[in-house]
């Protein structure tokens, strides 16, 4: 049961003893941590953020009050520099044997607790936290010296880890949490916040995705709206909402996170409810009046989805919904495009990588084989250049069909103007390539054997339109150099080694 504990006021001979006093100050709490610091701010993502935590110490607990006991260590576990907003900030812990929990808040407070969660797991819960530094010590009951496997959590909405989480350090957004505006904090679930008919069968549709789908986002035909007022509290939770959900996308994940946007000619929003019952909630943190939420380290199981209207019950418009691994959002032009993208094994074609510490050195350098400005429907499809596979760089971007050596420039750029057709970028040799192609948006996608024998091919669904950077590398040595060609086609067709001239 979550426990909400009022601080240990530190109190001696009924006046408040400064933080200072050694007696009842923990020793080394301003000392860097045992295990990790975390920097989050009010709304992160990933919650409950997890650290792996060794509780135990050869200090006995200084501090007097419920919940002060056992032996802690002389520098702080974890600290987290957290700002704060309108929730209030839970710490756990979990371990196989007896442990407990001491947190410092900024204005020098001190928090304990020995059993208010899970069996004899600590829990406890800061009210209307401030900003600042919270030292924390996950000590154990038993024996000075004593060290034991543990994890501890931080949360927002109460969420509590169990040793389950071990091993989930550094999951989530491990970023300040300033850098994405899209992820609101998911809002508390209860009997009082569930929304009715969430378990009925959507208005427009269900899609079933595997982790590294095709047609990135996927996209489906929606009309938002709804009598229903929305009964959810918390950012972004505004405006009508049907009685049913639009959608329900059941989701088999793996290391991407998932992003849910809508787009309309009017002012709408999105409610996802997640696989284990959190809803979040956005407004406009897409384009314009558009909705666009991302949850981080996604579970797997049926997401359900409502895309409501801003201003009126009982509202109807026309709009959009997708679903994107790599960050992407839809527009009012993906209307109608329900459906479309790649229709069969998920596997042929490569997911885009997400673009940060992996930017390919030398991307926007003038390229070994050529250029070519292509507009949508262009003749001669499709349409070739001579290139020299290989270099003596590794590869080193990571995921699927990245692999082997490239050279330090692109091989090629392509310079394109689309239209309603999806781009193949494809490249053949009598030895074993691989493709890189960089599009206008900075992400990266790979295939190394996808076309026909050893020869790479991948599509980039829904282009961009602007410069596409293109490497064709080598499986097997640094600085191998083979005669290879390059194609690019709006119509599916593969290049061969005849196509070079």
Known sequence: MTTRIGPVLLLLLGLLVAPALSAQEAPGWNEEPYAQTLTLRSGFSGD?????????????????????????????????????????????????????????????????????????????????PRSGRYAVWVGVYGESGEYVDGVFGISELGNAVSMGDQGGSGQGYTDSGSARTTTPAPVRSSSSTEIPGWNESPYA???????????????????????QDNPLTGPGCVGYIGYRPDAVV????????????????????????????????????????????????????????????????????????????????????????????????????????????????????????GSMTLEHGF????????????????NPLTGPGCVGYIGLRPDAVITYDPSSFDLTFSAASTTDINLVVRDPNGRYHCDDDSGEGLN?????????????????????????????????????????????N
């Open 48 to 128: 409950p953020r997890v650290v792996d935590v060794t509780p135990g110490g050869a200090s006995a607990n200084p501090l007097n009050g419920p919940g002060c006991v056992g032996y802690i260590g002389y520098r702080p576990d974890v600290v987290v520099n957290y700002s704060a907003g309108s929730f209030d900030l839970t710490f756990s812990a979990s371990s196989d044997t007896d442990i407990n929990l001491v947190v410092r808040a900024p204005d020098g407070r001190y928090y304990c607790d020995d059993d208010s969660g899970d069996g004899l797991d600590p829990m406890l819960t800061v009210s209307n």
């Open 379 to 394: 003749s001669g499809d499709p349409r070739t250049m001579n290139v020299t596979p290989g270099g003596a760089q590794d």
């Open 205 to 227: 549709g269900s899609m079933t995705l595997e982790h590294g789908f095709s047609g990135d986002p996927r996209t489906m035909d929606v009309t938002p709206g709804g009598a």
């Open 250 to 369: 059941t989701y088999n994940p793996s290391s991407f996170d998932l992003t849910f946007s809508a787009a309309s000619e009017t002012d709408i929003n999105l409610v996802v409810r997640a696989p284990n019952g959190r809803y979040y909630c956005d407004d406009d943190s897409g384009d314009g009046l558009n909705p666009m939420l991302t949850i981080d380290n996604p579970s797997r199981g049926q997401y359900t989805v409502w895309v409501g209207v801003y201003a009126e019950s009982s509202q109807y418009v026309d709009g959009v919904m997708g679903v994107s691994e790599v960050g992407n959002a839809v527009s009012m032009s993906d209307r109608g495009r329900a459906g479309q993208g790649y229709s069969g094994s998920d596997t042929a074609r490569p997911t885009p990588l997400r673009v940060s510490s992996t930017e390919i050195p030398g991307w926007d350098e003038n390229p070994y084989a």
């Open 456 to 500: 790479p091919a991948l599509t980039v669904v829904n282009p961009s339109r602007g410069r596409y950077t293109v490497w064709v590398g080598v499986y097997g040595e640094s600085s191998q150099y083979v005669d290879g060609v390059l194609g690019i086609s709006e119509l599916g067709h593969e290049v061969s080694v005849s196509d070079r």
